[in-house]
């Protein structure tokens, strides 16, 4: 896994691969600050111990069936309150390199995970540090089920699953695709082409422009997904009025409980 080459200036040409681990987000600060990173540079893993998602929760993923990485990145030329761009790019980069294999169904659901129809498929991690009003770096961590065939839960499942492949996905081949997409939607946010990645982000979106089942404060509603703001607040329409809601405070209702 540590001897790719992809095609990139910088994302990918230098990866620590270590057999197993708590978190390589946690492996990609420390070396981070050691000061022997560079931007670019890719902590992976066959098996995370102690991996994380967003709100707390577990990733579950077996040994070496599976994409486990964290990305080191240095995205200064970002002001803390435009961190959501970040996110709106890495969850792209991903959607670029899966829409091949699963070209009908694949969507990312706010905030950064990574859906098939209504099943998880991956998720993503980003922890930003920042200096005065910028981000100095970010942990990039991404972890996608990849040959996986069984999940605790119902709600996941892996891209073997949904498109299958008799000998399996190739992970090394697999990664020098994710580096490669990763370099380019990050270059597109760099030259500040916000824009294209808004349009991208908003076509590719979960449940978008589709009414459905919803829950903030302990109340369900219903609501049609119509936007993103300038921070990252999900923009909901419903009793014809757009509510906006931060990462949190509101919750996606699946469709067997819609009714």
Request: glycine share 8%.
């Amino acid at each position: 896994m540590h001897k790719i080459y992809p095609k990139t200036l910088f994302v990918g040409q230098n990866i620590v691969f270590l057999p197993t681990c708590q978190s390589t987000n946690d492996e990609a600060l420390r070396i981070l600050s050691d000061g022997v990173a560079y931007e670019g540079d890719i902590v992976a893993t066959a098996q995370q111990t102690q991996g994380r998602g967003q709100r707390g929760n577990q990733w579950e993923a077996q040994p070496g069936q599976n994409l486990t990485f964290s990305l080191i990145l240095l995205p200064s030329f970002l002001q803390a309150s435009d961190q959501f761009w970040l996110n709106m790019a890495v969850s792209l980069a991903v959607y670029d390199s899966l829409v091949p294999f699963i070209p009908t169904g694949l969507t990312v659901k706010w905030p950064n995970d990574i859906y098939v129809n209504d099943r998880k498929m991956g998720g993503i991690l980003i922890e930003n540090t920042l200096q005065g009003y910028n981000l100095a770096h970010s942990i990039v961590g991404i972890g996608l089920n990849i040959n996986q065939m069984q999940f605790s839960y119902p709600s996941a499942t892996s891209l073997l699953l949904e498109a299958p492949y008799q000998e399996g996905y190739h992970l090394p081949a697999l990664l020098i695709t994710l580096c490669e997409q990763l370099e380019k939607r990050y270059l597109q946010l760099r030259n500040n082409q916000r824009d294209t990645l808004r349009a991208s982000y908003l076509q590719h979106l979960y449940r978008y422009q589709q009414e459905h089942t919803y829950e903030a404060d302990g109340h369900r509603f219903r609501g049609t997904i119509v936007s993103i703001d300038p921070t990252g607040r999900l923009g909901i329409l419903t009793n014809g009025a757009v509510r906006y809601f931060a990462f949190k405070e509101v919750g996606f209702i699946v469709v067997s409980d819609e009714r």
